[in-house]
């Protein structure tokens, strides 16, 4: 079977590029290794109103649990600064279903349980995780968009090395909350402990900087411990997820017929951590590249759009995130709402 575009990766990134494509009557093949799609989830599940509002379709009434306006920070030195954020948490296992099937509407033919191995030119060599039976497939060109930890960006010599752990718990709330809370912590080190409301439970995870040397599952546990301490959620996991976040931005996106998109390409950003909206923006430029037989149009826009944008976060995260005495000297140094953040460099 021979495909215009093979698709690795059914995330937000890989689901978008797919069903751009096939609507415009592509012969794709999007693959993913695992068998439920969407499962387990590994985010925090907030995204941008802005994203809603470009990609309706994408967004069914059952996905978004609930609406926030604004995003909260608790600095250390005592000062609380609100910052208008709108946008909403989302299913997001429902919403990477809801993608997928979405493109398989469109023509997509799409295989799940099968694992990327690698490819030679155009043939790529894949494995089925139930039968373990290997198998090729050949395509004229590919999309990687496995994620963080991407194989395919692997096997073109650019890809992310440094990543950020990040770890979360979903726990019951004690109040319903209408905002997202960002807490700046010494004990966080290069990174910021989150509470994301969801209904009656919030999603309350941390990222830190791996050069600290600290385990993940101690600095949740004592954000855990500070935020039941401060009465905003209650002593009951109901869930716990993780995963890493790239923190080099953006790699070169193109090798000749193969494309990275969303965390595969670095296209999280590497202080926030916000990728979703990123991947889906990716995937529509990749998909309008490859209609246009204009492949190199696709690394110059992102170099455009995201390259400088990127790159910045980037450097602030190497030049102060290290160290982590004088937060009141770092934070708005690399936190984006504050004005330091944008004036200096
Ligand atoms: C703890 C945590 C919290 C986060 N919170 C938020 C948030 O609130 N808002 C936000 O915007 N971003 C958040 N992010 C980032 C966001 O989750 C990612 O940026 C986003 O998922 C990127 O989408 P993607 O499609 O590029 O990759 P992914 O969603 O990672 O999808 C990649 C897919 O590729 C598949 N795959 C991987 N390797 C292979 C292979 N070899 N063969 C076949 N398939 C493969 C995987 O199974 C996966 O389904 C968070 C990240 C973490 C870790």
């Not at 968009?145 to 650019?158: C, F």
């Not at 830190?208 to 411990?225: A, N, W, Y």
């Not at 995963?243 to 969303?262: H, S, T, W």
């Amino acid at each position: 079977m021979i495909y215009d575009v093979a698709i690795i990766g059914a995330g937000p990134g890989g689901s978008t590029t797919a069903y751009f494509l096939s609507r415009a009557g592509a012969k794709v093949l999007l693959i993913d290794s695992k068998i439920n799609i969407g499962k387990p989830v590994q985010c925090g599940e907030f995204v941008p109103l802005q994203l809603r509002l470009q990609f309706p379709k994408f967004f069914s009434e059952e996905l978004v649990v609930q609406r926030v306006r604004n995003m909260v920070h608790f600095t250390p030195w005592g000062e609380i600064s609100v910052t208008p954020s709108e946008g909403f948490l989302l299913n997001r296992d429902k919403f990477d279903e809801r993608l997928v099937k979405l493109a398989i509407k469109e023509g997509t033919e799409a295989r799940f349980g099968i694992r990327f191995v690698s490819f030679e030119g155009k043939n790529l060599i894949l494995k089925d995780r139930r039968s373990g039976n290997i198998h090729t497939v050949r395509s004229d060109i590919i999309v990687g968009a496995d994620g963080a930890r991407s194989t395919v960006a692997k096997l073109t010599g650019e890809y992310t090395k440094t990543f950020l752990p990040a770890a979360q718990i979903t726990l019951p709330l004690k109040e319903k909350l209408e905002d997202l809370l960002i807490f700046f912590r010494e004990y966080i080190p290069g990174g910021y402990g989150w509470i994301f409301p969801k209904g009656n439970v919030a999603n309350v995870g941390v990222g830190i900087d791996p050069r600290h040397g600290l385990k993940i599952s101690q600095v949740l546990k004592k954000f855990k411990e500070e935020v039941i301490a401060e009465g905003f959620v209650e002593d009951s996991i109901l869930k716990r997820t993780g995963g890493f976040i790239p923190a080099e931005g953006m790699k070169k996106p193109l090798r000749g017929n193969v494309l990275l998109v969303g965390d595969a390409g670095g296209f999280c950003h590497p202080i926030t951590g916000a990728g979703i909206a990123n991947a889906v923006q990716t995937g529509v430029m990749a998909s309008s590249a490859i209609l246009e037989n204009s492949l190199q149009s696709y690394e110059e826009e992102c170099r455009e759009i995201f390259g400088e944008f990127l790159g910045r976060a980037v450097l602030k995260r190497v030049k102060y995130m290290g160290h982590w005495e004088n937060l009141k000297f770092t934070v708005p140094r690399t936190w984006i709402t504050f004005k330091e953040y944008r004036e200096e460099v």
